[in-house]
């Protein structure tokens, strides 16, 4: 990595908070975000540091574009800003969502419609293009690459399963390594693994079972349940949402199934991370008592699901710098990286087909496209002109 010049914390830290405002649509959507904003317009990192951190926590459990931008602040500016970066990129949604999760009765009530939200899906689409496009022309470098790069598209727009995605990043890694006529690959470095978050991230695994075993409450079993999500899960918040129905709906009873959905279609429509969910789905979990309990129900399912995908990319991080001086990693890199702009393109294609392939959501996702490409328009204004649309039409 070259050395860059130093970076002042709280132009960083609003350059997040922009982030977060704009990121709508999942974790696709918002590598679309990050590469506009913290590649091309601040320059942060590069394409190609963005499409090895999107790699990375591909097969890392955890909340992928959470992980991904807390690595930005890793690199950047080392573990406390990665901290800082995360509480900024996770708070707003999170405190949308515990108070959304007072607001159930309100919202059905009024039948507030969601269709002034209607062009945001297809505005995503224009950042996952930009994305790709970007990532994408940096990463395919001949015939064999541009072959693995359609591969990749195709694959994965019939099959859209959690495992398919590392299972395809590390062929594409193979694939690279098979190809390379360089020799002795397989340098020897020394890795020295920050093994006390990984002692930690166990230590808190176990006693929150233990603890969630022995004693009857509430947000003890909120806060083990939903670090266990945080920690089983890879793939983002659209794989964790059936285990939560399971046990919040179905087994627990905590909440209606329309209550559960009414939550899950909201945060669609909200900017930040997806598995900000939780903190609607804990608050509604924790009704029954006071106002308290349930912000504190909200809060515990929130931390409980975030921190262990925090805790592993602190241990990974270091240990990804370390075995990124072995020459065939960084000669697998290469393929990984366009297996992730393969991915990344495919889910803009399934997106724009379930958005509906109208003519005027096509002609929103070309027009966000055109606007990322020009670079004068920032994120949550293109996000705001989108909403503005479907107020007007």
Not at 127 to 134: H, K, L, P, V, Y
Request: hydrophobic share 55%.
């Amino acid at each position: 990595m070259e050395d860059r010049k130093p970076i002042k914390w709280s132009t960083f830290l609003w350059d997040v908070f922009v982030c977060s405002m704009g990121a709508y649509g999942g974790p696709e959507a918002h590598y679309g975000v990050f590469a506009e904003r913290m590649v091309h317009r601040k320059g942060y990192v590069t394409d190609a540091e963005l499409g090895e951190y999107i790699a990375l926590t591909s097969i890392v459990p955890g909340p992928s574009s959470t992980q991904t931008i807390l690595a930005i602040g890793y690199q950047t500016g080392g573990p406390v800003l990665a901290l800082l970066t995360f509480l900024v990129w996770a708070l707003p949604a999170v405190t949308l969502l515990t108070v959304l999760s007072f607001l159930y009765q309100y919202l059905s009530e009024h039948q507030i419609s969601p269709s002034v939200l209607r062009y945001i899906a297809p505005t995503a689409v224009g950042f996952i293009a930009m994305a790709a496009i970007r990532i994408g022309s940096k990463a395919v470098k001949g015939k064999l690459d541009l072959l693995l790069f359609l591969s990749v598209v195709v694959v994965t727009y019939f099959f859209h399963t959690g495992w398919l995605f590392p299972l395809l990043l590390g062929l594409g890694g193979l694939f690279a390594v098979l190809r390379s006529k360089e020799r002795n690959l397989w340098n020897r470095v020394t890795l020295k693994p920050p093994y006390r978050y990984l002692v930690l991230f166990a230590a808190i695994a176990a006693g929150a079972l233990l603890s969630a075993a022995l004693l009857d409450n509430r947000l003890v079993w909120l806060f083990e349940r939903f670090y266990r999500y945080g920690y089983l899960i890879i793939g983002g918040g659209q794989v964790v949402v059936p285990f939560m129905y399971g046990d919040l709906v179905e087994v627990r009873g905590f909440m209606t199934s329309q209550e559960f959905l009414t939550g899950y279609g909201l945060v669609q429509g909200l900017p930040g991370p997806m598995f900000s969910f939780s903190a609607y789905a804990g608050g509604m979990a924790a009704r029954g008592g006071s106002a308290i309990a349930q912000v504190a129900g909200a809060l515990v399912s929130a931390a409980g699901i975030f921190l262990p995908g925090v805790l592993l990319m602190y241990f990974v991080l270091p240990v990804w710098e370390q075995l990124k001086g072995i020459r065939g990693i960084r000669v697998a890199l290469g393929g990984i990286t366009v297996v992730a702009a393969g991915l990344i393109a495919s889910a803009g294609i399934v997106l724009m087909r379930d958005s509906g392939l109208r003519w005027d959501n096509l002609l929103v996702a070309l027009g966000a496209t055109a606007l990322l490409a020009v670079k004068k328009v920032p994120a949550p204004a293109i996000v705001a002109l989108a909403i503005l649309l479907g107020i007007l039409f």
